[in-house]
């Protein structure tokens, strides 16, 4: 996939991924050669309950552009029900984001098994592309971070 | 009021209790303070009226530690703090004697103010007893009569009812208030673009001077240590740094009271800087209620909370994008 | 003694800002507070506390002291420029005119605090009497006249005129500076005002209110006193009462990292907080009794008894109005009195 | 701050042809804490680990980080590895600059500025990774498996030979499964029921094999070593222990109008029944669904003519409640279901069928008593069409993506069988593709084509037509000659894709087995561990993992039970030390910790707690490091972060936050 580069933007985008599931996917993807853009950077954690929504809000301050959590599909949690929590707690805590004027576009979530490497690449390919047309991350970023 | 020293008096005297946790006037008619009377003669200063909107349940945390009962008073908004920290674990209901107090709205010395009114020296009209209809402000700068209800806080508008949802006996009549919708304002940010809704909210939070006011008040907000005071999480804060940080401090302050918050008001109440902080927490009180089935913190004790359940049917977090004007 | 009409007054604050940063209550979301004037700014003199006071403008509650720069393995450090340009506070009280001397007693003494003293080098205050006092002030009761404020210009808003009197070296530069918009005024109607300022703050509920028994000579009694336990109760161990007061000058240190390297700034800290100074071993007032005591101890005793008798409390009352518990040191006053009359 | 080495692997050229591994060993050494950075082709291999040993000891790291391929793949190597250095094996942390980096980046400048990035946030991480001390865990000896076909049951016969009980659990009346279904087996043409019925047997014999048919798992909770297993024993109204197997019942049992599910519901049954003749147990059950008795209440013949006494219409479901330390899952297949092809006339005609369906009719056991003839008038057919790749293969949303993989052979091995049989009937078969890799296959496929004479058509049949008369129009094309194709056939037979047992999704999140879109079990590694799920303790054997034949399948399930012994065989296993843990000086007892839990590892204590000097009684929580599974879920719903996962602590994450958006 190509994307319209003729920016200077460099987007940080970061991907919270569930060991079980979303981490694998990500291997596979890697395995299977399906290229994604390098801005996506994968942070590997147990399960997407794991993910503090501190941990979104803070990767925003220091300057992310996009943060997109991947965990097993609903159902599938190797925990049974780990993917249940992160799927309220991001739905709320996305709205409130959407309610005090962040772009919507720049938090996703998406259910990646180990088996969609396909889906994986796919995922961060259309991502990276919304945070393209998104554009920099202005109003979340702490403004300390830019110095 | 007076019912309320006496049935406070006896219950001392009888041995029910130890200590009355209620209101103690003030040397200004309008600023009453929380306060702990362990005697009659204490008891002559307690007060309620119309400017007694501090929420008594939190004091209760550390009541709980004390040898023998406390008699606690709660208006009906009270009450679902009270039960949310029982339900926490953080109160113990077989240290506390409740007596419900009736409610006719809550003032806001501010909110009189704002009428045109500078140098207040005397409220009246504000007594329980009163029909609460209008208010006599004396000032140093003339006097004036406003309606009752141009004096009260927001919340007392959107009351969620006068209903006391525990207690062990009720003293006081009540009144109505409601006249708005709770969620009106929420509903009205939520059409704004996307770059209005940063203004609104920028412009608002750029105010705050991080005294953890509306923190420290809240009744859901008990933990030890909060996470934005431990080194443990590395995220102490504590600069009011005009930039993403208070919006993050505000943002997981809500978050974190999420399905249990009781939308008791005292957030926006205590304010210095009169940050309509209640409106974080109701857009999630509005949000769980609409994606999960209504939900009000501490109505019961046994509900399953929101953040803390789920089914397998739950909307996707794309419902965001799909639901937001902007 | 100059005057300017009321409505001319934008002109003014335009001329000032042209040649200097000009700071100046402005409301915003309906609060008022100290800014940095723009065009667009809807500045407010007619309220008469602004929430916080005009301590920021010398002591801003929170300032970058020096940023490291990290690259490969070597730091570079750059100290933040002190301040080196002229800047106006327009509309202090009297109240918080003598705040600011109260921080000179603690910043402006070896070791000077750097950062405060160039400040106070280029800071300029035009101060403004008090027109209508509020029920919550008690400045008299610390010796200030609402009426008379000390500044470098001092002004009086007497109906649709502002009056305008330079009384140092700087009230007289930036009083040159904008001569134009100023005209002649005779002082009858300044005098007026006073009187008529004078005539409420009698009325004024505190203004009576007594500080006997309230020096440095007092400190075992005071700070042994049972009072405390029952008085600090409804404290929240929030920061309100800290953050609005013109005189508290306690300030934390600390790092944010940028990411590339470290901001080390200076933020306020309130002895209310749990972790203020916190050690090691944990923290050496490890009640909220202790903490709450200290405030008042602090503002009424310790700071009086090293500093020839002046009080770190000027009456300006902001406590008084913004505590979420309705707490506040009039009542801490009151209430010692109260015991010691028993 | 720890004292760090970051070791850079080429991994051949896989990394060092798209990162630039010198950059990043110059990047690493600019990092705080890096004492010590390089780089190696090899970095699993022994001389590899050599050099990071060597490190540790000379360096004395207190850290390390290896930039390589995955963690999933080597995490284990290097943690052990340090270990015999001398370092705790927490103290490792891996970043992935392989499979996602260099592997997905093609230009080298920005593959190697994220190997960087990558490197900084492991190097961050491990700055506040803390020593780790894995517990121990008991293994409860005894296996479960999950299915009583071929698979489960060489699965369960192959552990209780190594001497550990087994439980099988099978929801249909008998073990047997799908191979129960076969006529005869490809390529060997021996008869399915001969070879399948002396493992039945077998089974049911075994001292240490305990079967439970007509039952489901109900709950499975616990963890490897140690899950505690629900089974629904569905009421059979047979008593087992009464029960002579006589068949009297089935005899007499008047309402015999029930589709037989192992004909494929060729024929019908009696509501009571045994799916077949050699079923075991050789106890009937009662189907409540069809029977008059529990439809109307009136009849009750079978109990009337029970000599035994066994029928019992009381009986209700039993759930056994039974511990395990290994669960086999051997769920198997079944056809899919072929309402989306009706271009086939499936539902249209009673001479379409699916080749299970074939099997049934040629069977001796069979609705046709083993004659091949037409469903809807019984007279043998002339002209057979073989249609392959019904549902598999299929590019779009309608079927399958995969290939099921038996159909080539099963087809093969019908033509030949009918061609055998009956010489005068004419066999065509449409083919995308025919697959034969498997020994003695493609042999047996020649065979069918030479010495048979079985036409294969390469094409696709665009549509079955039935004609007036009864016959089949069958539009197809041949692909080789590029001509269109009709033929006139008296019985069409579709290979119909295969797919996962339903109930399979429900067992798998049960046992928090991963499975992917199509249902299929995942296993733990594609190549290197293809019988173990990557939940621990749980095994897979046979179709539930992938489409099989059927020596595929035993050897598959010899190696889940290989796998299932060599767990049971330890006595205690070392735990993930990666648990919850919480601070007593913070945690508030709120309980919200443990409303979140699913393991119901957090429990409340009241202690007396000193906080910097106040003493005081508090409700605080304590968590189980036994049954916490490390997901983390706790950690979010503590407010105050009292509660923190250990080696994925709050601290490490934003430390790898930070690093990744610095």
Redesign the interface.
């Known amino acids: 996939m190509s994307i319209n580069n003729n920016s200077e933007f460099k987007p940080k985008i970061v991907a919270f991924c569930c060991n079980w599931c979303s981490y694998a996917g990500a291997d596979l993807a890697g395995s299977s050669r399906l290229t994604y853009p390098a801005d996506v950077k994968i942070i590997r954690v147990p399960c997407s309950c794991r993910v503090n929504p501190m941990f979104i809000l803070r990767a925003f301050e220091k300057g992310a552009d996009g943060v997109i959590l991947c965990g097993c599909h609903p159902g599938d949690c190797h925990y049974t029900s780990g993917n249940f929590y992160a799927r309220r707690r991001m739905t709320l805590l996305f709205s409130m984001l959407d309610y005090i004027g962040v772009e919507n576009g720049r938090t996703r979530v998406e259910w990646v098994s180990a088996a969609e490497g396909v889906k994986f690449s796919a995922t961060m390919n259309s991502f990276v592309e919304k945070i393209y047309s998104l554009g920099k991350n202005v109003r979340l970023e702490d403004l300390r971070c830019k110095n | 009021m007076q019912e309320l020293i006496t049935r406070a008096k006896e219950l001392l005297a009888d041995g029910t209790v130890a200590r009355v946790l209620g209101w103690k006037a003030g040397d200004l008619e309008y600023n009453p303070q929380p306060a702990f009377f362990t005697n009659e003669k204490e008891l002559e200063e307690f007060v309620y009226n119309g400017f007694c909107g501090a929420n008594l349940s939190k004091y209760m945390i550390e009541a709980s530690k004390l040898e023998g009962k406390t008699l606690i008073c709660l208006k009906p908004c009270d009450s679902y703090s009270f039960q949310q920290l029982m339900k926490e674990h953080r109160i113990d209901r077989e240290k506390a004697y409740i007596i419900g107090v009736g409610c006719k709205g809550k003032l806001d010395i501010d909110r009189i103010k704002a009428n045109g009114l500078k140098g207040v020296t005397g409220v009246t009209g504000a007594e329980l007893t009163d029909d609460c209809e209008e208010l006599c402000v004396t000032t140093l700068y003339g006097d004036k009569k406003i309606p009752y209800a141009d004096g009260m806080l927001e919340r007392c508008s959107v009351c969620k009812g006068k209903e006391h949802m525990i207690c062990d006996e009720q003293i006081g009549e009540s009144k109505d208030t409601k006249t708005g919708e709770r969620f009106a304002k929420v509903a009205a940010v939520e059409e704004m673009s996307s770059a209005e809704k940063f203004a609104f909210f920028q412009k608002e939070l750029s105010k705050c001077i991080r005294c953890n006011a509306c923190r420290n008040v809240c009744p859901a907000c008990s933990c030890r240590k909060c996470v934005f005071d431990s080194t443990k999480f590395d995220s102490a804060q504590k600069a009011n740094v005009d930039s993403f940080e208070e919006k993050m401090f505000h943002i997981i302050r809500a978050f974190h009271v999420a399905g249990r918050c009781t939308d008791c008001g005292e957030c926006s109440r205590v304010c210095p800087q009169g940050i309509p902080l209640h409106l974080f927490n109701r857009k999630f009180i509005k949000d769980i209620n609409e994606l999960y089935g209504e939900y009000q913190a501490g109505a019961d004790i046994e509900a399953k909370a929101p953040l803390t359940s789920y089914v397998f049917e739950d909307v996707e977090p794309s419902v965001v994008a799909e639901r937001s004007k902007s | 003694m100059k005057k300017i009409a009321k409505e001319a007054l934008p002109m003014l604050y335009k001329k000032i800002a042209e040649a200097k940063e000009l700071i100046i209550p402005v409301k915003v979301c309906g609060q008022t507070n100290y800014k940095v004037w723009t065009e667009d700014a809807e500045v407010d003199l007619d309220t008469l506390k602004t929430v916080k006071s005009a301590k920021d403008a010398f002591f801003p509650q929170s300032e970058t002291l020096y940023t490291v720069k990290k690259e490969d393995k070597k730091l570079h450090i750059e100290p933040e420029a002190l301040k080196n340009q002229e800047f106006v506070v327009f509309g202090m009280k009297a109240c918080d005119v003598q705040g600011v001397a109260v921080l000179d007693k603690v910043f402006l003494v070896d070791p000077v605090d750097s950062f405060y003293a160039a400040r106070r080098e280029h800071g300029i205050i035009v101060s403004m009497a008090c027109h209508e006092p509020e029920e919550t002030c008690f400045c008299k009761a610390f010796g200030l006249d609402a009426a008379a404020p000390a500044g470098d210009v001092v002004t009086w808003m007497v109906g649709d005129e502002l009056y305008w009197n330079p009384v140092t070296k700087k009230g007289e530069d930036l009083t040159a500076m904008v001569a134009e918009l100023l005209t002649d005024a005779d002082e009858k109607a300044v005098e007026a005002e006073k009187e008529s300022i004078k005539k409420i703050v009698e009325k004024l509920p505190y203004s009576n209110l007594s500080l006997e028994g309230w020096n440095g000579s007092v400190l075992d009694e005071k700070f042994n006193s049972p009072i405390w336990e029952t008085l600090f109760k409804p404290c929240l161990a929030c920061g309100t009462c800290t953050f609005v007061c013109p005189t508290c000058q306690c300030y934390d240190i600390k790092d944010y990292d940028t990411g590339h390297g470290v901001q080390r700034y200076r933020c306020w800290d309130s002895c209310m907080y749990s972790d203020f100074t916190m050690m090691a071993h944990g923290n050496n007032r490890n009640s909220q009794m202790q903490r709450f005591r200290q405030r008042f101890m602090h503002k009424l005793v310790y700071f009086p008894a090293n500093n020839d008798g002046m009080y770190s409390c000027v009456g300006c009352g902001r406590c008084v109005e913004k505590c979420p518990s309705s707490l506040n040191i009039v009542k801490v006053i009151k209430a010692f009195e109260k015991k010691e009359e028993k | 701050m720890q004292r760090i080495g970051v070791f850079v692997c080429h991994c051949g050229s896989n990394i060092a042809a798209t990162v630039d591994v010198k950059k990043v060993v110059e990047m690493a ?2 990092e ?1 804490g890096v004492v010590h950075a390089e780089d190696y082709p090899y970095m699993c291999s022994e001389a590899g680990q050599a050099k990071i040993q060597a490190a540790i000891k000379e360096k004395n790291l207190g850290g390390v980080v290896v930039c390589s391929c ?3 793949m080597h995490e284990n190597t290097f943690r052990k590895a340090a270990e015999k250095a001398g370092l705790n094996p927490y103290m490792v942390e891996i970043a ?1 600059i ?4 260099s ?5 080298m400048e ?2 190697t ?2 190997a960087v ?2 490197m900084k ?1 492991a190097v961050a991480k491990v700055n506040l990774n803390t020593p780790l001390q894995a517990g121990e865990s008991r293994v409860t000896k005894r296996a479960l498996v999950i299915g009583g076909g071929i698979a489960g049951i060489q699965t369960a016969l192959d552990i209780a030979e190594a001497g550990y009980p087994v439980d099988i659990v099978e929801k249909t009346p008998s073990i047997g499964g799908r191979m129960s279904q076969l006529d005869k087996t490809f390529p060997t043409l021996d008869c399915s029921a001969c070879i399948l019925t002396p493992k039945m047997v077998e089974a049911n014999a075994h001292p240490n094999i305990n079967i439970y048919t007509y039952s489901e798992v109900e709950k499975v909770s616990g963890f490897v070593g140690d899950f505690t297993v629900d089974i629904r024993k569905k009421a059979r109204s047979v008593d087992m222990s009464k029960c002579t197997g006589c068949g009297v019942c089935q005899e007499k049992c008047p309402n015999k109008k029930t589709p037989n599910e192992f004909n494929r519901g060729l024929n019908n049954r009696s509501a009571i029944y045994t799916p077949f003749a050699q079923a075991i147990p050789n106890v009937p059950v009662i189907d409540r669904e069809h029977c008059t008795k529990f439809l109307t209440g009136k009849c009750g013949i079978c109990a009337k003519v029970c000599q035994a006494g066994a029928v019992d219409y009381e009986q209700q479901d039993e759930i056994i409640t039974e511990k395990y330390g290994a669960i086999v899952v051997a769920t198997g297949f079944n056809m899919i279901n072929l309402d989306k092809y009706d271009e086939y006339a499936y539902s249209q005609s009673k001479d379409v069928i699916t080749s299970l369906e074939l099997e049934r009719i040629m069977n001796a056991a069979g609705p046709t008593k083993g004659h091949l003839e037409r469903l809807s008038d019984g007279k043998a057919p002339k002209e057979m069409v073989f249609i392959q790749c019904v549902g598999s293969r299929c590019a779009d949303k309608r079927g399958k993506s995969y290939c099921s993989k038996i159909c080539c052979m099963y087809t093969a091995k019908h033509a030949m069988l009918i061609r055998d049989k009956y010489p005068d009937v004419n066999v065509t078969v449409f083919y995308i593709d025919v697959r034969t890799p498997g020994k003695n296959f493609d042999e047996f496929y020649r065979r069918a084509v030479e010495e048979y004479g079985v036409n294969y058509i390469k094409g696709q049949v665009g549509k079955v037509i039935p004609q007036p008369d009864g016959k089949l129009l069958v539009q197809g094309s041949d692909l080789l000659s590029n001509k269109q194709i009709l033929k006139e056939a008296d019985m069409v037979v579709l290979a119909a894709a295969i797919e996962p047992e339903p109930g399979v ?1 429900n067992i ?2 049960m046992l ?1 087995a ?4 199509n249902d299929f079990l ?1 296993e733990a590694h594609a190549k290197l561990r293809p019988v173990e799920s ?2 621990a303790g749980i095994f897979l054997s046979g179709v539930c993992q992938g489409p099989k034949d059927i020596p595929e399948t035993v050897s598959q399930a010899g190696a889940a039970a290989v796998k299932a012994i060599g767990l049971l065989a330890k006595d205690k296993l070392t735990t993930n030390p ?1 648990t919850a843990k919480a ?1 007593e ?8 910790c443990a ?2 839990c ?1 393991y119901g590892a957090i429990s ?1 204590e009241t202690k007396l707690i000193n ?4 003493r ?1 009684d508090r ?1 605080v929580a304590v968590v189980n490091s036994a049954l916490c ?5 706790c ?3 503590c ?4 509660m ?2 250990q080696g ?1 602590s ?2 490490q ?6 690093a ?3």
């Open positions: 050494m600019c705080p995955s963690p999933r992935n392989r499979e996602h980096c592997w997905i980046h093609k230009n920005e593959a500025e994220k990035i990558l946030a999704r798998a999140t928090t991963s499975i992917d879109t995942t990557p939940t990666c601070d000086l913070m945690c508030n007892g709120c309980s919200q409303n979140v699913p409340y906080d910097h000097g106040v005081e409700r599974q490390g997901c983390g879920a950690t979010v719903t407010p105050s972060g009292a923190d996962l994925f709050n601290r994450i934003l430390a790898e936050v930070d990744i958006c610095r």
